[in-house]
């Protein structure tokens, strides 16, 4: 199965109701399979976990309708809830009952932040130097879904160009977006899985072989953001890192088995910021 689906609705991509049989898999459940085991992935698969209950945080409402307006001009879906604050009774039904109806809800103050950093983040697309132009001629929130050793993938792309010569993708975030800062936090969130799992779906499903684009904007004003691509050494790890994740989801779903962590007691080392640390600290006290 290789399609590029124009009618998967958000809901259905994320309660994975895009197989009859098999459940997919998708980058969030690599990130989880490589980070921690393949019960958590299990447990956290809507297919596989039917007792699993999608929860809402409002840390992450902001740059959930920064996305549908940016990319969908999207105002309708979220709810404006006329309070300063999340603490009295009144707010905190308003925002739970929009949780309930599927709409993203903010305070007044908030819903103007949104509305200001979408008209920046379109600002600063248009002036960063970018061929293709970043976030044009194309469309959002596309779904791929395509078959790779055995298993089911899907990936939703913030943005497909309708020429298939690059995916691009907003990147929300309370961090630093500097060019210096923002790697770490990049690699934090799988984002390097995200590249090369997503330029995996658009080989099989498109037949190209797309540039991959962040873009990655503050939360805070003045809402300054930075294009990021990802580099070949990088973008190949990853590909060894998906090899890995498509093998044990596969085995998994072939013997029912979903292990967790060892079952031994394992051996640390100590990281490389510790040593360094220590040896910084051992340097100071020599040159007192």
Not at 259 to 276: F, L, N, Q
Request: glycine share 6%; aromatic share 8%; net charge negative.
């Amino acid at each position: 199965m290789s399609v590029l689906s124009f009618d998967i609705s958000a809901d259905d991509y994320h309660a994975d109701r895009i197989d009859d049989d098999r459940p997919c898999l998708s980058k969030s459940i690599i990130q989880i399979l490589l980070t921690k085991s393949a019960a958590h992935a299990r447990a956290a698969h809507p297919r596989l976990n039917p007792d699993l209950e999608r929860t809402n945080e409002k840390k992450y409402d902001v740059g959930t309708a920064a996305h549908k307006v940016f990319l969908e001009g999207d105002v309708d879906s979220i709810v404006v809830v006329d309070s300063d604050a999340w603490r009295t009774n009144a707010a905190k039904e308003a925002r739970g009952n929009a949780y309930a109806e599927g709409m993203t809800p903010l305070l007044i103050k908030d819903f103007e932040s949104v509305v200001a950093m979408a008209a920046t983040i379109r600002d600063q697309a248009d002036r960063i130097k970018a061929v293709p132009p970043l976030f044009t001629d194309g469309k959002p929130e596309q779904t791929l879904v395509w078959e790779e050793a055995g298993v089911l993938c899907k990936a939703r792309l913030d943005w497909l160009r309708d020429d298939h010569q690059a995916i691009d993708d907003l990147k929300s975030s309370i961090a630093s977006a500097a060019p210096e800062a923002w790697p770490k936090t990049m690699f934090g969130i799988g984002g390097d899985l995200q590249v090369a799992f997503y330029l995996r779906g658009a080989r099989a499903v498109l037949g190209t072989e797309p540039l991959f684009r962040f873009l990655t904007v503050e939360t805070s004003e003045p809402f300054l953001g930075t294009a990021f691509t990802l580099a070949p050494d990088a973008l190949a790890q990853a590909d060894v890192k998906i090899d890995y994740a498509l093998g044990v989801w596969r085995e998994c779903l072939e013997t029912g088995v979903w292990p967790g962590y060892p079952d031994r007691v394992c051996h640390i080392h100590a990281p490389t910021w510790a040593e360094s640390q220590w040896f910084d600290r051992e340097a100071r006290d020599a040159a007192a």
